[in-house]
């Protein structure tokens, strides 16, 4: 297996994606997504599963900023990858965000010689009160 071709596939895949988002272009968010995708996001429900329900996440997305360059902005992706299974990680800068505000993993698949993202999880951290209840 060559680390590297996988690599690059796989970032092809998540890049395509972003400039999917970045366009609005609902058909290239949903391509090289699994039937079966399976989708935690910040906002509720708690979780997606299935093309149809990752849509209307998307939808949802699109109702609170349209379609720019700087809408949804990876930074500093990592993407570790076997012959068949890869994950890769990401900061997101989103809405026009000078700096990253919400955290990205996405879960793949080889399936037919092609990635496919299975899983996707989107994270922000929540600041703690500095006190401490007891």
């Known amino acids: 297996m060559d680390t590297n071709a996988e690599k ?3 970032e092809r895949v998540i ?3 972003e400039r ?3 366009r609005g ?6 391509a090289n997504h699994s039937e079966s995708v399976l989708m935690f996001d910040v906002p509720e429900p708690l979780q997606s599963e299935g093309l149809d329900a990752y849509r209307k996440t998307w939808e949802l997305f699109f109702r609170y900023g349209a379609p720019d360059r ?3 902005v990876l930074e500093d ?3 570790t990858a076997g012959d068949n299974v890869a994950f890769a990680t990401a900061l997101l800068r989103i809405g026009g965000s000078s700096e990253p505000v919400c955290r990205l993993t996405l879960g ?3 399936r037919n ?3 496919q993202i299975v899983h996707e999880h989107h994270s922000a951290p929540h600041k703690l009160n500095s006190e401490v209840s007891q």
Do not use: Y
Request: charged share 25%; proline share 0%.
């Open 70 to 72: 700087e809408v949804f």
């Open 25 to 30: 272009d609902m058909e290239g968010i949903l």
């Open 108 to 110: 793949l698949t080889k």
């Open 15 to 17: 890049r395509s994606w």
């Open 20 to 22: 999917a988002i970045q």
């Open 77 to 79: 992706l990592r993407i």
């Open 8 to 10: 690059s596939d796989i």
């Open 113 to 115: 010689g092609a990635w």
